[in-house]
């Protein structure tokens, strides 16, 4: 199972931009993306932005997110899986249209958009829950923390992506190290 924004796709840079534009003042990108890779709860707090105007923020970032690709050596990882799903905070149809754009689709047997589909935010474990009482799943992967808590809770394997900030059972930086550092040790 996987999270979208900064695992499968780098999204970040498309994040930032919405989120600095959403404020309304010159910030700085890379302390943007230090509070965004905590969470947008915490970023929205810190810089004093009410939780009121999310649904602005998430038409933002998916906006300028259009111009995102994926990782490099994705499509590898993607296709050792018997079965991938999608647990993401972004709507369904942007996250369609960019793997789509990319030729991915055919990698997902489900996608969840968690807050579209009336699901509590992550960490909560509810998307996860519903995810897995139809499909088995045997490893998590994500680039935050509360990407991997709802996993670490029903006992599924972790893998941290570009963050080694944060508890997991693997961490890797290119998905070209995902054979040896994770595969081989499942």
Wanted: glycine residues 4%.
């Amino acid at each position: 199972m996987w999270d979208f924004d900064g695992t499968l796709f780098d999204t970040y840079p498309a994040l930032v931009e919405g989120f600095i534009h959403l404020s309304g003042r010159k910030l700085e990108p890379n302390e943007v993306l230090r509070w965004l890779k905590i969470n947008s709860k915490e970023a929205f707090k810190h810089y004093g932005i009410d939780e009121s105007r999310r649904a602005e923020y998430i038409k933002l970032y998916n906006e300028y997110s259009f111009s995102s690709k994926p990782f490099k050596h994705l499509e590898e990882v993607l296709s050792i899986a018997d079965d991938n799903f999608i647990v993401t905070h972004r709507d369904k149809e942007s996250t369609i249209f960019l793997l789509e754009k990319f030729k991915l689709i055919q990698y997902f047997k489900e996608i969840v958009s968690v807050e579209e589909q009336g699901f509590t935010r992550k960490p909560h474990i509810s998307s996860y829950e519903h995810v897995i009482k139809i499909h088995p799943i045997d490893l998590v992967i994500g680039d935050r923390d509360l990407d991997l808590i709802p996993a670490r809770e029903l006992g599924i394997k972790t893998v941290a992506f570009q963050n080694r900030n944060i508890e997991a059972d693997f961490h890797i930086d290119d998905y070209a190290d995902f054979r040896d550092t994770v595969l081989n040790h499942l």
